[in-house]
């Protein structure tokens, strides 16, 4: 039930550059799960609220406090491109 | 030529002034060197979790009872999901359809919603103009990420962009005294988004919106919204279309340029975000909202300049609206009081704010001139008792505004005492006024007063404006028709 | 040395503070064996005990654990089994892993797992299946299927794991040992590498039920920077109980009677280890999960969903791989997650991103989380006249290498008697229950929230009475040979 476009719509808003073979697994693997789990929507469902969250919890909040922060160095150093004392990237408007 | 009615409404972000960021405890800043104030959660490492700040929800609350809002008894946090280098987890943490507060209104303009949710870090791009078209590397620096954002979006009750700048600098002073944020449109504490459209007047239907974005002063709003309803003018008046896109307003060209056409329009896949648990607003939360609250907001203050004071309603707002003014005259009347005023109106006090003003420019504060408000006070009196006429008063006011010092020593340095009838000298002038002109003397003693004008202009000259023109007037009127 | 291996994790801590044996002796046996392992269960092995520090004297008394690669461990590669991570060595260290070594059980290595915990075989690691030391042909489950092969084949004391669906549970069972997957909220999820935020929790996979207990309770509690843990109410006793004497067992018939669900020889299994409950005191009966059925489907649509957003920060700006070249920004987000991401995480990247797309959110993702609610619902229902469910763990033994690589939906049909508890917070414990064909069988059972000190208890009279040896794998050469 998961066409080619489809699935390329969905990779592409999934920032995955998928080969035509792998599109067409995809769609094939897709379709043969959602088939299975389709099955929820015949459900009588009415008025049930969803689960948002799991445990009884409310407000779990912080007081405004400083905590050291880590020093840049070491962010850095796993940066694949350092730029300037910052994460290096292609420019978001070079085509 | 059809007559079309703007729709306008705004969508602002205001940085809270809080010490730490949104969901962790690294602290906020201030153009310092970049990455310095970053922390696993703030980057996006893997693992990492957020945890809300009190004091920025406490902040939220008070900007949604400042606003007149619904606070809403439960609240959620929700994912909204797309990539940019600047959104280290992919997502931003904000609120989607159970935000803090809905409803709501300030001054004429009424409020959607208002939510909570963290700022994006900044974006750098290498290349001349540091702009994005024409550079091909950019870099990222996450201090920015994660600042706590409130977002404020109105309904589209705006009509012109003249309101649209007054009413944002309405919020703009509500939220100063609130204290929540320094709202400083050329630091980025408060940004403002608009959404345009426009109808043939007495319609209701809504046209297809744009929205505008990068205007970065109250200024830049009025006229990025201005030229946006023109160029919509245009396009509806040679037949076409307007299409629903984004823009980016630039002020030194005055023109408008489209950020992503429709079909960019991204799916946000929002879904409530579950490393975070429901927000509750209880009573004690509301309850020490209020107890920070300042105790007069700026429609209430402009309500009592109205109708405790007497001024003028555009006076009132006025002064309401800019703190700075407001809180200028306040001191003035008080000053004015403590003075013995002689009788001085806070209405008659507050004619001396525009001259003011006018010469210390539109967007200066009166407080940080050499004009102290016990001088302006003294000034307003002097007048009021006729030791100073008005035009001479304006002589002095200037020179406040150039040295400072106090308009009485002023007065009697430049000689700009008032001339009065008492005084010898002004007799003689009116007489010569009087020998001047003889044909309009002549229509005067007839009984044509509105032939006195070059009479009374003659007098002024010769005394350099210390006499006052309706004592001249009297004193001419009383030579001439006895 | 084989005397030390075959030590308990509590055994060794005992008679570590007692004196009697050396913590520093005992690591340098695991670490040796650890380091020789040929199940490929290690990405990595401690160079050398650490530095002696007072660990004898605290509870676990210096005895090394090894640890899932997805937890954060400073300085040391935290990969989440995948080459999208590869050699990634974190800033920061998860908690429960912090409170293990302050509770005195140092790092002794990382543990292979299926990428980003998703699996049940461990055959989609990017750094190579690990084999079963019980057949090395086999699979030993997954996710944590290198944590469960590493305590079977002795190379590990005690080891963590995480389960989201089954990830601690089922590699147990497959592999003859116990897992406990604790209440959602119990231990911290901070420093985990997320793979779905609602379902992820961090638990112990021990030789015996003693050792489970011992480790959880150092795990447990509050952890300020993750706002979905919980205070846990009340002790982890070290477990005591010899009988099941007024224990009510629910046999959940939904689960256990579906179509082609459960393998002949895991149902007899199941079948003879009631009849021993029973002879223990307890009383066993069918008990009604109406929604269990769907559990299944309600995981792979919640599952996905949450794990398309937790992976979306894998996109090649601040750590972690990134494919080079000429390129745009867009082209070097796809490129790079298209070449880190194995195919069975891509798959539900893009389960979980067609899940919450627009126009398909609420017949997917909203209806899965109302399936939740019933599910919760059934599950309070059914402890309202039992105190534990009973089920088998998983409906197989350990299959090949390879059985189910072609079809990802018989994989994923796997883990429909695990989800229910997972998707309900609950939560659950496996035991090894015998043998079927020479393969281990896990005897699973589940109870409501923070029941984990009687469900210990209970788990600890049967295990007594089973008699399970586990022996088999650490001397037939299955591991390595003594």
């Known amino acids: ?95 | 030529m059809t007559a079309y009615e703007p729709v306008i409404g705004l969508e602002i972000h205001v940085q809270l002034d809080t010490r730490t960021k949104m969901f962790c405890g690294c602290e906020l800043s201030f153009n310092d060197p970049p990455n310095i104030h970053t922390c696993p959660t703030c980057l996006g490492l893997p693992g990492a979790l957020p945890v809300v700040n009190e004091r920025a929800i406490h902040f939220g609350i008070m900007i949604g009872l400042a606003l007149g809002c619904e606070i809403a008894e439960r609240s959620l946090f929700h994912r909204k999901n797309y990539f940019y280098p600047d959104l280290p987890k992919g997502y931003q943490i904000s609120q989607y359809d159970v935000p803090l507060c809905l409803g709501g209104r300030l001054g004429d303009v009424r409020i959607h919603r208002v939510h909570l949710e963290e700022d994006a870090a900044k974006l750098n791009h290498l290349g001349a103009s540091g702009r994005i078209h024409g550079s091909d590397r950019s870099w990222v620096d996450f201090n920015r990420g994660g600042t706590p954002l409130v977002e404020i979006v109105t309904e589209p009750d705006i009509r012109s962009p003249e309101q649209a700048r007054e009413w944002l600098i309405l919020l703009r002073t509500t939220l100063r005294q609130l204290g929540v944020s320094d709202v400083d449109m050329s630091q980025g504490s408060l940004r403002c988004d608009a959404n345009v459209s426009i109808r043939r007047t007495g319609t209701s239907e809504l046209g297809t919106k744009t929205e505008l974005k990068n205007m970065n002063s109250f200024a830049y709003l009025e006229r990025g919204v201005k030229a946006e309803i023109e160029r919509q003018r245009r396009l509806l008046e040679t037949g076409e279309e307007v299409e629903q896109e984004t823009l980016h307003y630039d002020p030194a060209t005055d023109s408008l340029t489209p950020l992503r056409s429709k079909e960019e329009a991204h799916d946000y896949r929002y879904f409530p975000e579950p490393d975070l648990v429901p927000l509750v607003v209880g009573e004690e939360m509301l309850a020490a909202a209020r107890a920070d609250m300042p105790a007069e907001l700026p429609a209430e203050r402009a309500e009592r300049f109205e109708r405790e004071l007497g001024l003028h309603a555009d006076t009132a707002r006025l002064f309401a609206f800019r703190a700075e003014l407001g809180d200028y005259f306040e001191r003035a009347l008080g000053a004015a009081g403590s003075q013995g005023n002689g009788g001085l109106e806070p209405a008659e006090l507050s004619n001396w704010i525009p001259p003011l003003v006018e010469r210390i420019g539109s967007d200066a504060d009166p407080s940080s001139s050499n004009v102290t408000p016990e001088s302006l006070a003294t000034l307003a009196t002097m007048v009021k008792a006729r030791e100073v006429s008005r035009d001479a008063a304006r002589e002095v006011l200037t020179l406040l505004v150039k040295e400072g010092g106090d308009p009485r020593a002023i007065v009697e340095r430049e000689g700009l005492g008032a001339i009065t009838g008492e005084d010898d000298g002004l007799a003689e002038i009116v007489d010569r006024a009087i020998a001047s002109d003889p044909a309009a003397a002549e229509k005067v003693r007839d009984g044509n007063m509105k032939a006195i004008g070059p009479l009374v202009g003659y007098v002024m000259r010769e005394t350099k404006g210390r006499a006052d023109g309706g004592e001249i007037t009297r004193l001419i009127r009383d030579r001439l028709q006895g | 040395m084989s005397e030390l291996i075959d030590l308990t994790a509590a055994q060794a801590a005992e008679r570590i503070r007692a004196g009697e044996i050396s913590a520093t002796e005992l690591f340098e046996a695991y670490r040796e064996r650890a380091a020789a392992d040929e199940l490929n269960a290690f990405t990595w092995v401690a160079e050398a005990a650490p530095e002696s520090n007072g660990n004898a004297s605290k509870p676990l008394g210096g005895v090394p654990v090894a640890v899932k690669d997805l937890f954060c461990t400073e300085g040391v590669p935290s990969q989440s089994g995948s080459k999208i991570l590869e050699g990634y060595r974190p800033p920061y260290t998860a908690t429960v892993v912090a409170k293990l070594d302050g509770a005195g059980a140092p790092l002794l290595g990382k543990t292979n797992q299926d990428e980003f915990a998703m699996g049940s075989s461990n055959e989609n690691s990017a750094f190579g299946p690990v084999l079963n030391p019980w057949d090395r042909t086999r699979v030993p489950g997954g996710s944590s299927g290198g944590s469960a092969a590493a305590v079977a084949a002795g190379s590990a004391p005690w080891a963590i794991g995480t389960d989201t669906g089954g990830s601690i549970r089922q590699p147990a069972a497959l592999c003859g040992i116990v897992g406990l997957k604790p209440t959602y909220g119990a231990c911290s999820r901070y420093g985990m590498i997320a793979f779905a935020s609602s379902l992820d929790q961090a638990g112990p996979l021990t030789r015996d039920v003693t050792d489970a207990a011992l480790m959880f309770r150092h795990m447990i509690g509050r952890d300020q920077l993750d706002s979905t843990s919980l205070e846990y109410p009340g002790e982890i006793a070290p477990p005591s109980s010899e009988d099941l004497k007024g224990i009510r067992l629910g046999v959940p018939e939904d689960l256990t009677g579906a179509e082609g669900g459960i393998e002949p020889g895991v149902r007899e299994n199941f079948e003879a280890t009631l009849a021993l409950a029973e002879q223990l005191g307890a009383s066993i009966e069918p008990c009604r999960l109406p929604h269990a059925p769907h559990a299944l489907s309600a995981y792979y649509l919640i599952a996905p969903a949450e794990a398309s957003a937790n992976l979306a920060r894998f996109d090649g700006v601040r750590y972690g791989l990134r494919v080079d070249g000429d390129q745009d920004l867009v082209t070097m987000y796809s490129r790079t997650r298209e070449r880190g991401f194995g195919p069975e995480v891509k798959r539900r990247i893009m389960l979980g991103t067609y899940a919450l797309s627009s126009g398909y959110y609420d017949a997917y993702y909203g209806t899965a989380q109302k399936v939740r609610t019933k599910i919760a619902e059934d599950f309070r229902a059914a402890f309202e006249r039992f105190d534990f469910i009973a089920i088998p763990t998983s409906p197989c033994t350990a299959f090949e290498l390879g059985a189910k690589l072609d079809d990802p939906l018989a994989m994923y049909l796997n883990d429909f008697l695990a989800v229910p508890m997972s998707l309900a917070g609950i939560p659950a414990i496996s035991i090894p229950s015998g043998l079927s064909d020479g393969l281990p069988v896990g005897f699973q059972l589940a109870g409501p929230a923070f029941s984990e000190s009687r469900l210990l208890d209970a788990a600890h009279a049967l295990e007594r009475a089973i008699q399970f040896d586990g022996g088999r794998p650490m001397t037939d050469g299955g591991g390595n040979a003594t």
């Open chain 1, 1 to 95: 039930m998961l066409d080619r476009d489809q699935v390329l719509h969905v990779a592409r808003l999934a920032r995955l550059e998928l080969g035509e073979q792998e599109v067409a697994r995809m769609a094939e693997e897709l379709s043969k799960v959602l088939g299975h789990i389709e099955k929820i929507r015949e459900l009588d469902l009415e008025g049930v609220a969803p689960t948002s969250h799991v445990i009884d919890v409310v407000n779990a909040l912080r007081p405004d406090d400083p905590t050291p922060s880590l020093p840049r160095d070491v962010i850095l150093a796993a940066a694949p491109e350092p730029l300037n004392d910052g994460f290096g990237v292609p420019s978001p408007g070079a085509a």
